[in-house]
């Protein structure tokens, strides 16, 4: 019985674990754009959320270069110049407006001032760590839960 529990609660604990914390985290809604180096554009196209998806569209120089309909932990990976790695985070209902969470594990975004910043894996740990001061987000917040309990049953 107690070694169920520990399978159990291993599993949680690698469900809650958010794999793509590394890059820069966005919220975009419908039309909504990110700028990236080499005048590259990824625009939301359209977000359902009751299905779970969201259509993505990289466009370069105005032209539509690939385009993916991509889900809750799906991946959109564009190999150019510098390799562009998006992940679809999560995706809301909103009251007028819908909403998909990307993060942006790599890729060099176009700041509005127009200066650029390199997101990719080789970030250091400071940067990390500024990025996801102050507090634990949700997933976290379940990931320190489920090592509470792990770290209970182990010992009872």
Not at 11 to 24: E, P, Q, R
Not at 73 to 102: E, M, P, T
Not at 107 to 135: C, H, Q, W
Not at 138 to 147: D, H, I, K, R, S
Request: hydrophobic share 45%; net charge negative; glycine share 10%.
């Amino acid at each position: 019985m107690r070694s169920l529990l520990k399978a159990i609660v291993a599993i949680i604990l690698c469900a809650c674990m958010h794999t793509g914390s590394c890059g820069v985290t966005v919220m975009l809604t419908t039309g909504e754009s990110l700028q990236f180096a080499g005048n590259l554009t990824l625009v939301v196209e359209d977000v359902d959320p009751q299905a779970g998806k969201v259509w993505l569209t990289l466009y370069s120089s105005g032209s539509p270069i690939t385009s993916s309909v991509l889900g809750i932990g799906d991946h959109f990976v564009y190999y150019g110049v510098k390799r562009i790695d998006i992940q679809v985070i999560n995706i809301y209902a909103g009251g007028d407006r819908d909403l998909v969470v990307l993060d942006v594990i790599e890729g060099i975004l176009a700041s509005p001032t127009g200066s650029f910043r390199n997101v990719s894996y080789e970030e250091t740990d400071a940067a990390k760590k500024v990025r996801t001061a102050p507090g634990l987000g949700a997933g976290e917040t379940l990931v320190a839960l489920a090592v509470a309990i792990l770290a209970s049953v182990w010992h009872s």
